[in-house]
């Protein structure tokens, strides 16, 4: 819908929609068996929309607070030092080289670039070559924020938290996804709730990918009220 559009959608529109679309076609089959239906729609209409009525009036979004909005571009070592740990944490680190599931040579952080057999680093090699990573990650992500996501809506923590996602999904799907064309239209707590979309792996839902972006949400939210 947004590549035809250009405009986000909100993912309960369709589960509304197909809920009511199941509702139309059960109807339909009731009254092709002969079935009173008025009474069925009622018994509906009062389980799906008296709650709604009944739910308090919906409230203004809080404003940002001050601490959290930077002002200028987030450092590199405050940066540094929260994504590095975040990603490296889901990950996993082996010093030796190996090949992985698809037969690449692969060390420490996932890194394959430079790997080869027989290919041995130590854990501060192996720190300091996912540092570079991440940088680079980073780097290319930036470049689909805003001047103003980057120099207002960007804490440490939530730089920590896009870029984890880049790590893990590519800079391309992290810089096109939801999450950040929300963050770039000043939603800040919209994007951090749509990185936790990305939690499948091969059109299932995995249960490490929902942790890693419930931390990821968790850092992202960090200075919101």
């Known amino acids: 819908m947004y590549w035809l559009t250009g405009i986000d959608t909100n993912p309960r529109f369709w589960w509304v929609t197909g809920l009511v679309l199941i509702i139309y076609g059960a109807l339909g089959r009731l009254k092709d068996q002969g079935i009173n239906t008025p009474p069925v729609v009622a018994l ?62 692969t060390i ?33 992500l930036h470049g689909y924020f805003t001047s103003q996501t980057k120099t207002q809506r960007l804490t440490p923590a939530r730089d920590a ?30 994007g951090c709730e749509a990185l936790t979309w990305w939690n499948k792996a091969g059109g299932r839902v995995v249960r490490g990918l929902v942790r890693r972006r419930a931390e990821e949400r968790e850092y992202c939210l960090r200075g919101l009220s």
Request: net charge positive; glycine share 10%.
């Open 44 to 105: 509906l209409a009062a389980l799906l929309f008296l709650p709604g009525m009944t739910r308090p009036p919906a409230t203004e979004p809080l404003p940002v607070p001050p601490a959290a909005v930077q002002a200028g571009i987030v450092s590199e070592s405050a940066f540094l030092d929260l994504g590095v740990p975040l990603i490296a944490r889901w990950e996993g680190k082996r010093n030796a080289a190996y090949k992985d599931i698809v037969g690449v040579w």
């Open 108 to 140: 420490c952080y996932g890194h394959t670039r430079t790997a080869r057999p027989g290919m041995v680093l130590s854990d501060a090699e192996c720190t300091a070559l996912l540092r570079s990573e991440v940088l680079e990650y980073r780097k290319g």
């Open 161 to 190: 938290a896009y870029t984890s996602l880049a790590f893990n999904v590519g800079i391309a799907g992290a810089g096109k996804s939801t999450a950040t064309r929300r963050l770039n239209a000043g939603d800040i707590a919209g």
